[in-house]
């Protein structure tokens, strides 16, 4: 009978490894842990060895009569236990002196038993006693583990390992867990290159104690280095460009070189994705290795090219809505006659299935299949297109935004209630989503209604911190050292007390203090004036920059001014503002020996101007920009009707085109125009409004202001009244936040309107870096002139660095 109920034991655990899950455990006497179900069991089949005969024996057992199922458990014997009390095993099972016997019962008792985690092996058997049952469990308790003890190890600390691995000191031994524990520290070996490593486990058992010692032998072995990569097998492709597909590379100076044997299998499938993308779809990419001397391999790579296939006839069928040329327009990396590759087959079916997305068509699907003509040994594609119906946009819900009012998001949104879906739309509103700067992420979701071809629109967001106060320094080669206080809200709302935040608008208030210049300014944009798309705000600003003849300036000038604006979107890129400033300018602290034209420059002036600007913004993000155009022309009048002492008007303008290249890298082309004159009572235009050039915003390579007009005498910059300069930019990412750049910068400045374009343009190049840290944008350019610098004997480059908090 114990045999029998043993035996049935043993084949409820083999089902129950795949039907119940992992029980809670209870900690017993502060060594009791939890261990799942699968390693309980495990350790119960790693211990008993059943013949085949008693397996059989044991599935033709019969059930207990009902006679004696009746009969009442008159007595619990616990047996076998050395630290689990008595109390806590019966606490765990369900069967009871009392109760009626029920092996239904006993099975579920041995499974809760078990998935304790405390126990290698579990019995039961029952007695006639007393009319009833004894039902008496035996147990036999996993050991604990008193000590974790390595040999002596060069490379990692024990107390690392320890970290990894899950058996631990006080806790049960878990074989299986153990076993796991083994390969864990082989994995962790093989990252550092040593993949000779082997482990092996001494358990020293104290069966007074029922504790076990664990002391772990550790062969660290050497490091694996790579010495040489060889390819064979290729004939389409270089060696060279094989090697430049893997990760794994050979030893050198920056570079350790270690063989590990994850990465190696993954460069394989590289390759194989390399061949198929390039038409070789039947590719296969093996691998060996050659052991050399003291650690020295030689990875041989093995590469089956097989046949090179091309594109046949593509059969498109099932389409009224696309037309068959906007089909294969769509088609970017599939053409008739060019290399077949499934990839690039994928990445077209999803290029059809935006074509219909953009004309509101979202539940467009498209089945494509191939198949090899043996007379031409071309791939013939056919596409059948799923068209479905037109789908409409039921509601717009917004999600995540816990601080931005709906609306400040839906007037973004270029898709409203009622209207057809359309993937265009969906994109530009995601930029604009983007561009307002208060959110991290964006994301839409499209949920089915009652009705089939009306859809809900998820508009999901994860808000950004918008606001801000700061404190700090900075330093850059114009500025010099500057120290600043700043509060900005980016996403402020005046009437949401107490918070202030939400609405949309943009409050700043900033403070600063050089070694060279001073800024105070208050500043606040309302995007939405009353509910409408007409944006409108304030400056009140007063700047200060002493003279300092490194950056181009031979004078002390201050400004104190403020001024109001008003702007609105004409359409989806293009948008209208207007603005008025009034400043008061003071220019003095000129040395005695300046030109009479310069001198007359001295004293203090007021200008009351009025602006009118035209912008064209296309780019796909105004923070960092990877496509797109921007075109800005401003028309400022100042003087005449509107009073104060100056009269002169400025016409000016910026364009930068951006193109997007391979590896994310993006090609910047800008060009800055400027014309002044002077009307009516004013003889010349202001110095503090002429145009300067030189350093770094302008043309990099020279000293700060000093490309253009100079001061007869002191060879002062003293600006003029023209300016043209062209910048071409180029950078690359070298990871995230890191990126390096090359420009060519170009132009001048004249003295007169009608000199514009006269003279020799004077030319820089150079190479930079771009970092985003934490406290802000690091920019580090050298530039080197290609042209002789007027009051400079020789030509040098110039480095321009900043740091400062970014915005």
Request: charged share 30%; with cysteine.
């Amino acid at each position: 009978m114990k045999k029998s109920i043993f035996l049935f034991s043993i084949t409820f655990l083999l089902f129950s490894r795949c039907v119940f899950a992992d029980p809670q455990t209870e900690s017993v006497n502060a060594i009791e842990s939890e261990t799942d179900q699968a390693r309980a069991v495990n350790a119960v089949l790693d211990s008993i060895e059943t013949p085949a005969s008693e397996f059989e024996l044991q599935l033709s057992t019969p059930e207990v009569p009902a006679a004696e199922k009746a009969k009442m458990v008159k007595s619990v014997d616990i047996r076998g236990n050395k630290t689990i009390s008595i109390a806590t095993v019966l606490a765990k099972i369900k069967t009871k002196a009392g109760q009626e016997y029920s092996q239904n019962i006993i099975s579920d008792d041995l499974k809760r038993l078990y998935n304790t985690g405390y126990f290698a092996d579990i019995s039961v058997d029952r007695e006639d006693y007393e009319g009833g049952f004894r039902v008496v469990f035996y147990l036999k308790e996993k050991p604990i583990v008193d000590k974790i003890t390595f040999t002596k190890i060069r490379y990692y600390n024990p107390r690392t390992i320890l970290s990894k691995i899950s058996t631990k000191e006080g806790k049960f031994l878990d074989q299986k867990a153990l076993m796991d524990d083994v390969e864990i520290i082989k994995e962790l070996y093989s990252k550092k290159g040593l993949t000779t490593i082997s482990v092996d486990v001494e358990t020293d058992m104290d069966e007074a104690t029922h504790k076990a010692k664990l002391h772990f032998v550790i062969n660290e072995g050497f490091r694996v280095k790579i010495t040489k990569i060889l390819v064979d097998g290729n004939t389409a492709f270089t060696d060279k460009r094989i090697i430049k597909l893997i990760k794994t590379r050979t030893a050198w100076l920056l570079n350790p070189g270690h063989l590990k044997e994850d990465i190696l299998s993954e460069d394989m499938e590289r390759i194989k994705s390399f061949y198929e993308r390039e038409g070789y779809i039947d590719a296969d990419a093996m691998n060996t290795v050659t052991q050399g001397t003291k650690g020295r391999v030689t990875v041989n790579i093995v590469v089956n090219e097989g046949k090179k296939y091309y594109t046949g006839k593509i059969a498109i069928s099932g389409h009224q809505i696309a037309s068959e040329k906007e089909i294969l327009d769509a088609m970017k990396e599939i053409k008739v006659g060019s290399v077949f590759s499934r990839a690039r087959l994928d990445v077209d079916v999803a290029n059809i299935r935006t074509l219909y997305f953009d004309k509101g068509y979202i539940f467009a699907n498209v089945r494509q299949s191939t198949s090899l003509n043996p007379e031409t040994g071309k791939v013939e594609i056919t596409l059948e297109i799923q068209e479905g119906n037109l789908a409409y946009v039921r509601k717009v819900r917004i999600q995540g935004n816990t601080r931005t009012r709906d609306i400040v998001i839906r007037r973004e949104l270029r898709l409203s209630p009622g209207d057809q879906f359309d993937g265009v739309k969906l994109r530009r509103s995601k930029e604009r989503l983007r561009n307002l700067g208060y959110f991290e992420d964006i994301n839409y979701d499209i949920e089915d209604t009652d009705v089939e071809n009306q859809k809900d629109l998820v508009v999901q967001v994860k808000e950004a911190k918008t606001g801000t106060f700061s404190f700090g320094g900075g330093f850059s080669t114009i500025d010099q050292l500057v120290g600043f206080v700043e509060i900005e809200q980016r996403n402020f709302d005046f009437t949401n007390w107490p918070t202030f935040t939400g609405g949309g608008q943009n409050l700043l208030f900033r403070a600063e203090v050089g070694s060279v210049r001073s800024n105070l300014k208050l500043s606040f944009t309302e995007p939405w004036l009353f509910d409408h798309p007409i944006a409108g705000g304030f400056d009140v600003y007063r700047s200060q920059r002493l003279k300092e003849r490194d950056i181009g300036y031979a004078y002390d000038e201050e400004r104190v001014g403020g001024g109001i604006r008003l702007g609105k979107e004409l359409s989806e890129y293009l948008s209208a503002s207007t603005g008025y400033t009034f400043e008061t300018i003071t220019v003095d602290n000129l040395d005695s020996n300046v030109s009479a034209a310069l001198a007359a420059e001295e004293g203090t002036n007021s200008v009351s101007a009025v602006n009118f600007r035209l912008t064209r913004d296309t780019r796909d993000n105004v923070f960092s920009p990877n496509k797109g155009l921007y075109l800005s022309g401003t028309t400022e009048f100042a003087g005449g009707p509107l009073g104060a002492d100056k009269d002169f008007y400025k016409v000016h303008t910026k364009t930068s085109y951006y193109v997007p290249l391979k590896f994310n890298a993006v090609i910047e082309f800008r060009m800055l125009t400027g014309f002044a004159d002077a009307y009516g009572d004013s003889e010349s235009v202001p110095i503090f409004e002429r145009y300067f050039a030189g350093g770094a915003n302008t043309i990099r390579g020279y000293n700060e202001r000093k490309v253009g007009p100079l001061d007869s005498l002191t060879e002062d910059p003293i600006g003029g009244e023209s300016l043209l300069v062209g910048n071409i930019e180029l950078t690359i990412p070298v990871i995230d936040f890191i990126k390096l750049a090359g420009f060519f910068d170009t132009g001048n400045v004249w003295s007169t309107i009608e000199d514009f374009g006269s003279g020799e343009y004077k030319s820089g190049t150079g190479v930079g870096l771009r970092v985003k840290t934490p406290i802000g944008p690091v920019n580090l350019d050298y530039g080197y002139p290609l042209n002789d610098e007027p009051g400079e004997d020789e030509r040098q480059g110039q480095f321009y660095f900043s740091i400062s908090r970014g915005f």
